[in-house]
């Protein structure tokens, strides 16, 4: 009896599985993916593809061109590691000190891959084409970004680019859709408040910049209670404050780093000009100056609908429509937005969580871990993809 499509990929899980912890046990930072991107580009050319290296410094490009005309479908894995110790105890732990796969994009890698091993070995039933991207620097580097400026989506021409990321509050075997919007803006910012320094004992020949900032970081938190829109979103954190040196001593300065999450650009703004309109209040009110320094990230990340209901109708087949949900937008910030700006295409949750296996810790936890079962999951999710937008029909 003919295999079905599960079946066929479940071969490939021991293969899968020897990827992702290779990658995982030598976790590489943003840019600087070298080894895993040699990796990457080994295969790809093994599997006979057109390939490109060193698109935005380390990314690889993989093009399939089918036998037949037909559109281009895209489909990205990220592959930087994160600035963090992993412990020990996991036979395929991480080797490098302080660095750590602890966001799923040697998973993201792995399952690319598989997906390039499952199609470069059925050529014949491909029309139009496929084209991998491996990106370097999801992590705040913004590689996505660099990439799409090379040109990533030309040459052949995208029609739909499609993602995935790893998601541990969901049960390995689900997969989460957003219908529209997924994820927030992801904005910085840093404010120096500047005094004048002194002795600790004559605070009235200083000017405090301690008890201004004091002041100003519960002034910024009553900016998204009282200006934004209680059925609308938005985050302000301030994740760093730094200032001074010794019990007895006034600073000149203290800094505060945060971070600005939106999901509309009306809000984005809105949060940017009430962050410097309350700085600059404060500060005069303590008669200190101020530096805002504001710098735009990643943009909102927004689903073409009819590209969300492709994904869900695809998985479905595979799955059944009890394990495919739509989820609602998370303020986390990702990149592949930056894809998303220049052709349709959505991106979407894989499943990683398994309660019985104690996997159930969050990203950039030093405990993270995924459910290899999503690994031959994950490649069967985007094969569906891909048949469906390309309208192969391989998957039946
Ligand atoms: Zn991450
Ligand atoms: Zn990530």
Known sequence: MKKTLKENIDEMKDWLVEIRRTIHMHPELGFEEVETSKLVSGLLEKFGLEVKTGVAKTGVVGLLRGKGQGKTVAIRADMDALLMDEPGGKP??????????????????????????????IPEQVRGNIKWIFQPAEEGGGGGRIMVEEGVLENPKVDAAFAAHVFPLLSVGKIGIYERVGLAAADRFVIKMIGKGGHAAVPHLTKDPIIATGHLITQIHSIVSRNVNPLESGVITIGKVSGGTANNIIPDEVELWGTVRSLTPQIREELKSRLEQVTRGVAQSFGIDYRFDFEYGYPVLLNDPAMSKLVASACSKGIGEENVEFVKPSMGGEDFAYFLEKVPGAFFRLGIRNEERGIVHPYHSSLFDIDEEVLPFGVEMFVRIIDEFLGLEIAK
């Open 92 to 121: 395929y732990a991480s080797k490098v000190q302080g660095k750590m796969h602890a966001c799923g994009h040697d998973a993201h890698v792995a399952i690319l891959l598989g997906v390039a091993k499952f199609f470069s070995s």
